[in-house]
């Protein structure tokens, strides 16, 4: 058996990085076939099986790294790489194990010991490798990095004549093959499982087109203008104006795509459509696209092409010209060919002269090819390029939302920015997230990896192989410098400016664009920047980023503070300047959480994390990690995820270390926070508690600290509807943060915590049915912070419009509730984004009865779950199960009804009530009065817990309509109902009350 070294750090002397398929081959229980042949005829076997690693790998492209014993290892991809090199690799073992399996043995026996077959079992994955040059020992390449220690171990857990391939090898080339299931299987140094397949053979397909109907297409999106333009160009030809379409695109772009749904919509256009298309493998015959065309006509009994397909190649051209002539009087032709950058000389010509022959005898002729841009060069008097681009912002986000319907919209984003409107990067995305993060999709965010397909990131490095060497050095710099390029930072590192032929190459190759912003160039994939640079030299990079940051540092007072410390966070980790990191990622924090970017904020603490952890461990760095951490909290708690929670733990822990009752207080207050944010009511009240016992040990106690933490506990106990406890916290908070606020007029920076607090005072006065003292607080909380943008202004207005919803103030209550997703979706709050969405869609519910209103609760639900739920999420349960039991779904109100109640063991009450009573209505829909009943008390007890008047008033109502329909008299429980309504000044229920009186 042979295996690599297993080495996964850097070497001392620099090698090439390469992206290689790596093939691992083994012969299959050798050491018993060994010890039962003789030694001459086993050295004999071996000599037939090295003939055949020789001669075999070579041929698809590979090339034989080393033999040791009977096992041999392959590189595809070096030194010239392919986009299918994953693909060639799993043909050659395919044809190795073929003819492994067909070997006889030397000698008379005929047969080899034991009765078994001569076998291999073989591994290939894909990914990173630093090549260096080899020798005797070693072979002829050095490997270093995990890729070749995976394939190895892929084929050590191979079972006899058994191929492993890693789905991150093939990826959608998976389909050219027939395979096992995907499984995952877990490696020596990997820290996740491997998805691999077992290959079993070769699948009847040809094209990538072909492979993603294997998987299943999306349904279309766009192109209304191309297919316009197509469809006018065959009317031209119906006509005897014979035309030439080429659609031109980078891969990936959808240009199979377009024309086969083009094609599809041909059908009814009398026309007779001939396919053929063109490959880069090594198998590829000359005149292929014709042959296949021929063959399909063949196969449909037409004896001209049969002919054809037996005469000679040279005979072939003339015949295959006369044959589609004939075909042209008979009916409108269009010829499609995929993958023209791939075609040979002769089809080529050939492909000329039938355009020249159908322009001369103005034959009914479309001429339909699909390419790459740059690779050929199409020169026919007449022929129109057709550039396909990209998919727009609103293209994607459709293409998004079919293939991940449930994931939320800041995912979406970034998945639009990763891919750049590539529609192939757009579906691998979404797969690899469906597959890898299925449940909890809303928490990640694309990497350069995340993908998770190498042989993506062989179509992206097989485009770079092609450019000139000066224009493949710039993108390298500009992928250092990241995905945004400021053309003066570029211009110091390479010297080459904006209007340098290299640079507007890279433009024109789909590279590179230029940014909105002047003075900037962006990558036209992300995507496409994270591979290029995954592929550069560690050393090179290094230097490159301790370059590019003494460029920043030089220019620190020309650009703006807050991109240039973020910057310089970035390039400072990437030399692994610790320090210098850890400074401006602090920094860009800070801004960021000024300016309630809480994404960013996040991500830039983090960062500032990240980077002291690589610093010698120090109390001072202990405690600047506790307020790095504790200003990370802020950021949280509109947008948490259990992630933050291991943050803010550390942190608690690191000041329990301390000694500093006013750190360890504030430790616990921003962990419970983030609890509560979470909708973790219980363990949010026990930090809060244990905060406040700190903050009370120093003496004077900090005013400042116990009033946050008396309204974070205030909060919490609003949130768990113990109303005269938390009213009293809060009012206790609002005394000592008011006079604060109205001390500077105007304020220096908006009074959040004022203004949260009296926002959940205002919901707990709505709640009791109090409604206008709740709305004095609403208007005193939204007059310091309306405006600002700033996420405890979404918070504001999420809760007003939940008011506004309790009392039937339908318009009102979506006003607010836009304005809070508005904000959410600036500050990137998943939250109150959902939650925003969340009460537009029940309060048109409540006017419209739409299916869109209905679908609109569903998908901000979806968000919500994807996460886990969060901070009174029980509202939408009861929303929902009120809904769904409108519309006849017994089973999904059910559901949410269970979810509710779920919830209301994190005491969160505060859509419970709505839960009961739609389980009420099923029942009494059921005909079950009993326990329509016996629910009915159930949401008046949770109404009397919270001491919830509107809730009560509801009720009633409920009880009404419910003895209404069970046939009992309602008069009375109208009557009540009806004057709850009118006290609380409640006009839409009192309207929609008075109207059953009318008809009782």
């Given at each position: 058996m042979m295996h690599p070294t297993d080495r996964a750090s850097a070497p001392q002397a620099p090698g090439e990085r390469r992206n290689l398929t790596v093939l691992f081959a083994d012969l299959s229980e050798s050491t018993r076939l060994a010890d039962a042949m003789q030694a001459e005829h086993y050295a004999l076997m071996l000599r037939d099986l090295r003939a055949l690693y020789q001669s075999v790998v070579p041929r698809h492209g590979g090339t034989v790294v080393r033999i040791q014993g009977d096992g041999m290892l392959a590189i595809f991809g070096h030194p010239q790489m392919r986009e299918d090199d994953g693909r060639r690799a799993t043909e050659a073992a395919l044809e190795l194990h073929q003819l492994v399996r067909l070997m006889r043995p030397p000698g008379s026996s005929g047969q080899w010991p034991h009765g078994q077959e001569l076998s291999l079992h073989s591994g290939i994955h894909a990914g990173i490798v630093l090549v260096e040059e080899g020798d005797a020992v070693r072979g002829r390449f050095d490997l270093l990095g995990n890729t070749p220690n995976f394939a190895a171990r892929l084929s050590d857990q191979a079972g006899a004549d058994e191929i492993l391939v890693s789905e991150e090898t093939l990826g959608l080339h998976c389909h050219y093959f027939q395979t096992s299931e995907r499984r995952l299987v877990l490696l020596k140094g990997r820290s996740s499982a491997l998805a691999v397949y077992a290959i079993k053979g070769r699948a009847a397909i040809g094209r990538r087109f072909e492979a993603s109907q294997q998987r299943g297409l999306a349904p279309f999106v766009g192109r209304k203008f191309e297919l316009l333009q197509l469809k006018l160009a065959l009317a031209e030809a119906q006509q005897g104006r014979p035309a030439w379409i080429n659609i031109r695109a980078?891969?990936?772009?959808?240009?199979?795509?377009?024309?086969?749904?083009?094609?599809?919509?041909?059908?009814?256009?009398?026309?007779?459509?001939?396919?053929?298309?063109?490959?880069?493998?090594?198998?590829?015959?000359?005149?292929?696209?014709?042959?296949?065309?021929?063959?399909?006509?063949?196969?449909?009994?037409?004896?001209?092409?049969?002919?054809?397909?037996?005469?000679?190649?040279?005979?072939?051209?003339a015949g295959l010209l006369q044959l589609l002539q004939a075909l042209a009087r008979q009916r409108p032709q269009v010829i499609f060919i995929d993958d023209l950058q791939w075609a040979d000389d002769a089809s080529l010509l050939l492909l000329h002269r039938v355009y020249a022959l159908a322009r001369e005898q103005q034959l009914p002729l479309l001429l339909l090819t699909a390419s790459r841009p740059q690779?050929?060069?199409?020169?026919?008097?007449?022929?129109?390029?057709?550039?396909?681009?990209?998919?727009?912002?609103?293209?994607?986000?459709?293409?998004?939302?079919?293939?991940?319907?449930?994931?939320?919209?800041?995912?979406?984003?970034?998945?639009?920015?990763?891919?750049?409107?590539?529609?192939?990067?757009?579906?691998?995305?979404?797969?690899?997230?469906?597959?890898?993060?299925?449940?909890?999709?809303?928490?990640?965010?694309?990497?350069?990896?995340?993908?998770?397909?190498?042989?993506?990131?062989?179509?992206?490095?097989?485009?770079?192989?092609?450019?000139?060497?000066?224009?493949?050095?710039?993108?390298?710099?500009?992928?250092?410098?990241?995905?945004?390029?400021?053309?003066?930072?570029?211009?110091?590192?390479?010297?080459?400016?904006?209007?340098?032929?290299?640079?507007?190459?890279?433009?024109?190759?789909?590279?590179?664009?230029?940014?909105?912003r002047a003075g900037f160039f962006r990558f036209k994939h992300g995507l496409t920047r994270d591979v290029v640079y995954e592929s550069i030299g560690w050393h090179e990079r290094q230097a490159m980023h301790r370059h590019i940051a003494a460029e920043l540092r030089s220019q620190v007072h020309d650009t703006p503070r807050q991109a240039t410390d973020e910057l310089l966070g970035y390039h400072a980790a990437a030399a692994e300047q610790w320090a210098e990191a850890a400074l401006h990622a602090e920094r860009a924090g800070d801004q960021a959480l000024a300016a309630s970017a809480l994404d960013r904020a996040k991500k830039q603490y983090r960062?500032?994390?990240?980077?002291?952890?690589?610093?010698?461990?120090?109390?001072?760095?202990?405690?600047?990690?506790?307020?790095?951490?504790?200003?990370?909290?802020?950021?949280?708690?509109?947008?948490?995820?259990?992630a933050d929670l291991r943050v803010l733990q550390h942190a608690v822990q690191l000041a329990q270390g301390s000694g500093d009752a006013d750190l360890i207080a504030r430790a616990d207050y921003w962990l419970g926070y983030a609890s509560y944010a979470l909708g973790e009511v219980r363990e949010g009240l026990l930090h809060c508690e244990r905060g406040l016992l700190a903050a009370q040990v120093k003496q004077p106690p900090n005013g400042a600290l116990l009033a946050q933490l008396l309204g974070a506990q205030g909060q919490l106990l609003a949130a768990a509807a113990d109303y005269p406890a938390a009213l009293g916290l809060l009012d206790q908070a609002i005394a000592f943060l008011r006079p604060l606020n109205q001390a500077t007029v105007p304020p220096a920076r908006p009074a959040v915590s004022l203004a949260y607090s009296l926002a959940c005072?205002?919901?707990?006065?709505?709640?009791?049915?109090?409604?206008?003292?709740?709305?004095?607080?609403?208007?005193?909380?939204?007059?310091?912070?309306?405006?600002?943008?700033?996420?405890?202004?979404?918070?504001?207005?999420?809760?007003?419009?939940?008011?506004?919803l309790w009392q039937g103030r339908w318009p009102e209550a979506r006003q607010a509730a836009a304005e809070a997703q508005r904000i959410g979706g600036l500050v990137r709050s998943l939250f109150t984004y959902s939650m925003g969405h969340a009460v537009c869609a029940f309060a048109d519910w409540e006017t419209e009865r739409s299916a869109a209103s209905a679908l609109g609760l569903q998908v901000a639900a979806n968000w919500l779950a994807s996460r886990g739920g969060g901070l009174f999420s029980s509202l939408i349960h009861g929303w929902r199960a009120e809904l769904l039991a409108e519309q006849g779904d017994a089973a999904g109100a059910r559901l949410q009804v269970a979810q509710a109640l779920r919830r209301a063991r994190q005491r969160d009450w505060i859509g419970v009530a709505m839960a009961y009573r739609a389980a009420a209505r099923l029942a009494a829909d059921a005909g079950q009065a009993a326990r329509a009943s016996h629910y009915l008390a159930a949401a008046q007890r949770v109404a009397a817990l919270r001491g919830s008047a509107h809730e009560a008033a509801v009720n009633q109502l409920c009880a009404a309509e419910l003895a209404l329909a069970l046939g009992e008299p309602a008069q009375h429980q109208l009557s009540e109902a009806a004057a709850s309504f009118e006290a609380l000044n409640m006009a839409w229920h009192l309207q929609k009350t008075r109207r059953l009186m009318a008809c009782v």
């Amino acid at each position: 058996m042979m295996h690599p070294t297993d080495r996964a750090s850097a070497p001392q002397a620099p090698g090439e990085r390469r992206n290689l398929t790596v093939l691992f081959a083994d012969l299959s229980e050798s050491t018993r076939l060994a010890d039962a042949m003789q030694a001459e005829h086993y050295a004999l076997m071996l000599r037939d099986l090295r003939a055949l690693y020789q001669s075999v790998v070579p041929r698809h492209g590979g090339t034989v790294v080393r033999i040791q014993g009977d096992g041999m290892l392959a590189i595809f991809g070096h030194p010239q790489m392919r986009e299918d090199d994953g693909r060639r690799a799993t043909e050659a073992a395919l044809e190795l194990h073929q003819l492994v399996r067909l070997m006889r043995p030397p000698g008379s026996s005929g047969q080899w010991p034991h009765g078994q077959e001569l076998s291999l079992h073989s591994g290939i994955h894909a990914g990173i490798v630093l090549v260096e040059e080899g020798d005797a020992v070693r072979g002829r390449f050095d490997l270093l990095g995990n890729t070749p220690n995976f394939a190895a171990r892929l084929s050590d857990q191979a079972g006899a004549d058994e191929i492993l391939v890693s789905e991150e090898t093939l990826g959608l080339h998976c389909h050219y093959f027939q395979t096992s299931e995907r499984r995952l299987v877990l490696l020596k140094g990997r820290s996740s499982a491997l998805a691999v397949y077992a290959i079993k053979g070769r699948a009847a397909i040809g094209r990538r087109f072909e492979a993603s109907q294997q998987r299943g297409l999306a349904p279309f999106v766009g192109r209304k203008f191309e297919l316009l333009q197509l469809k006018l160009a065959l009317a031209e030809a119906q006509q005897g104006r014979p035309a030439w379409i080429n659609i031109r695109a980078s891969a990936g772009v959808g240009k199979t795509r377009l024309t086969e749904e083009f094609l599809a919509r041909t059908a009814t256009q009398n026309c007779q459509v001939q396919r053929g298309y063109c490959e880069s493998y090594l198998s590829a015959e000359p005149l292929q696209p014709y042959l296949q065309m021929l063959r399909a006509l063949a196969s449909q009994g037409l004896g001209i092409a049969a002919a054809l397909l037996t005469a000679e190649a040279a005979a072939r051209p003339a015949g295959l010209l006369q044959l589609l002539q004939a075909l042209a009087r008979q009916r409108p032709q269009v010829i499609f060919i995929d993958d023209l950058q791939w075609a040979d000389d002769a089809s080529l010509l050939l492909l000329h002269r039938v355009y020249a022959l159908a322009r001369e005898q103005q034959l009914p002729l479309l001429l339909l090819t699909a390419s790459r841009p740059q690779e050929t060069e199409l020169q026919a008097d007449g022929a129109r390029v057709l550039e396909l681009a990209p998919f727009d912002a609103s293209d994607a986000e459709q293409a998004i939302v079919q293939l991940l319907p449930d994931t939320d919209p800041f995912v979406a984003l970034d998945i639009q920015r990763h891919a750049g409107g590539n529609p192939l990067f757009i579906e691998e995305l979404c797969h690899a997230i469906k597959h890898e993060h299925a449940g909890r999709r809303a928490l990640i965010r694309p990497r350069a990896d995340s993908a998770g397909q190498a042989w993506l990131a062989a179509l992206t490095l097989s485009r770079v192989a092609r450019l000139a060497p000066e224009q493949a050095a710039l993108l390298r710099a500009a992928a250092v410098i990241g995905n945004v390029i400021p053309t003066w930072l570029l211009q110091r590192l390479t010297g080459c400016t904006e209007q340098d032929p290299a640079v507007l190459a890279l433009a024109e190759r789909d590279f590179v664009f230029p940014d909105r912003r002047a003075g900037f160039f962006r990558f036209k994939h992300g995507l496409t920047r994270d591979v290029v640079y995954e592929s550069i030299g560690w050393h090179e990079r290094q230097a490159m980023h301790r370059h590019i940051a003494a460029e920043l540092r030089s220019q620190v007072h020309d650009t703006p503070r807050q991109a240039t410390d973020e910057l310089l966070g970035y390039h400072a980790a990437a030399a692994e300047q610790w320090a210098e990191a850890a400074l401006h990622a602090e920094r860009a924090g800070d801004q960021a959480l000024a300016a309630s970017a809480l994404d960013r904020a996040k991500k830039q603490y983090r960062a500032a994390l990240t980077a002291l952890e690589h610093l010698p461990s120090s109390g001072v760095i202990d405690m600047r990690w506790v307020a790095i951490a504790q200003r990370f909290g802020i950021a949280c708690v509109f947008d948490a995820s259990r992630a933050d929670l291991r943050v803010l733990q550390h942190a608690v822990q690191l000041a329990q270390g301390s000694g500093d009752a006013d750190l360890i207080a504030r430790a616990d207050y921003w962990l419970g926070y983030a609890s509560y944010a979470l909708g973790e009511v219980r363990e949010g009240l026990l930090h809060c508690e244990r905060g406040l016992l700190a903050a009370q040990v120093k003496q004077p106690p900090n005013g400042a600290l116990l009033a946050q933490l008396l309204g974070a506990q205030g909060q919490l106990l609003a949130a768990a509807a113990d109303y005269p406890a938390a009213l009293g916290l809060l009012d206790q908070a609002i005394a000592f943060l008011r006079p604060l606020n109205q001390a500077t007029v105007p304020p220096a920076r908006p009074a959040v915590s004022l203004a949260y607090s009296l926002a959940c005072r205002a919901y707990v006065l709505g709640d009791q049915g109090q409604f206008g003292e709740a709305h004095a607080c609403f208007d005193e909380a939204l007059a310091i912070i309306q405006g600002s943008n700033h996420a405890v202004e979404a918070s504001v207005q999420g809760w007003r419009a939940a008011v506004f919803l309790w009392q039937g103030r339908w318009p009102e209550a979506r006003q607010a509730a836009a304005e809070a997703q508005r904000i959410g979706g600036l500050v990137r709050s998943l939250f109150t984004y959902s939650m925003g969405h969340a009460v537009c869609a029940f309060a048109d519910w409540e006017t419209e009865r739409s299916a869109a209103s209905a679908l609109g609760l569903q998908v901000a639900a979806n968000w919500l779950a994807s996460r886990g739920g969060g901070l009174f999420s029980s509202l939408i349960h009861g929303w929902r199960a009120e809904l769904l039991a409108e519309q006849g779904d017994a089973a999904g109100a059910r559901l949410q009804v269970a979810q509710a109640l779920r919830r209301a063991r994190q005491r969160d009450w505060i859509g419970v009530a709505m839960a009961y009573r739609a389980a009420a209505r099923l029942a009494a829909d059921a005909g079950q009065a009993a326990r329509a009943s016996h629910y009915l008390a159930a949401a008046q007890r949770v109404a009397a817990l919270r001491g919830s008047a509107h809730e009560a008033a509801v009720n009633q109502l409920c009880a009404a309509e419910l003895a209404l329909a069970l046939g009992e008299p309602a008069q009375h429980q109208l009557s009540e109902a009806a004057a709850s309504f009118e006290a609380l000044n409640m006009a839409w229920h009192l309207q929609k009350t008075r109207r059953l009186m009318a008809c009782v």
